[in-house]
């Protein structure tokens, strides 16, 4: 799909779509008789009352979609069996329609978005969803829930046994002091933070935070070297778990966990990434990682 400059957004036009429908439910949106004007239309047609969306932060939206032309519904998030749209803002993860759509607006909020097509599709459209090359297309936005850049879970820290590492926690990377010790051969999943959510299933998009570190690098070190962490990085890290997206430890011990829940995992090279060395990670390594679950859907 090619990309073209997208145009500045404005907040009004002399025709817009009318919508109707609530919040949290499949917007019905009828489309003027009128030529689209080409403007690049974001307008909040409900204000909500939380975080506002910054760069970095992770939203999760639903939405309801329609071509300008040819009235046609398009794909969206309320259909049966659907999941919300989880992306990070500002990234280019998504079209800009969506992304912009986001930007600056608060948890709980309604946007109607009217983008032209360098806002949405480019100008080649999307031949699978039905979309010419100068499609405007509609979008009815409600934004769900979003997750600051530095988000951590709730709740106090719990100790764990001298032969696992210590871990102190808060909107920075991690700090992980492995202990003067082997590591363990078996894979080690303990609870620092009890979640109050429900449990990650197989196959749910999780938000997450994150640090990581070699046992075998840092050990009797009292703060551990990270070769990865999304805290560092500013921005939660979006997963599909227990599906082999993710490394097999991750796998095994996120499912069943509860949303809102620290967790410290010593991962043996076998559930890692085992013979195969990567950047910052020599072969056969033990992985110590903390997880902060912070959102499952």
Known sequence: MSRERVPASVTADAELPAVSGSFGHKAAITIPHAKPSGKFVITALAEGQGRKAQNGDVVIVDY???TWKSTKDLPGTYGKGDAPKVFPVGKGAVIPALDRAVHGQQAGSRVLVVAPPAAAYGTTGDARLGVSATETVVFVVDIVKVLAADAIVAGDQRSVSKNLPAVKAGRSPASIAV???????????STLVSGSGPKVKAGQTVVLQYSGGVWEDNRGKDRATLFDSSWAQHQPATV???RGNVIQGWDTTLVGATVGSRLLLVVPPGLGYGAQARKGLPARSTLVYVVDILWAE
């Open 64 to 66: 309801t979609a329609k």
């Open 179 to 189: 202990p003067d010790a082997a590591a363990p051969r078996r894979l080690e999943s």
């Open 240 to 242: 599909i778990i227990g």
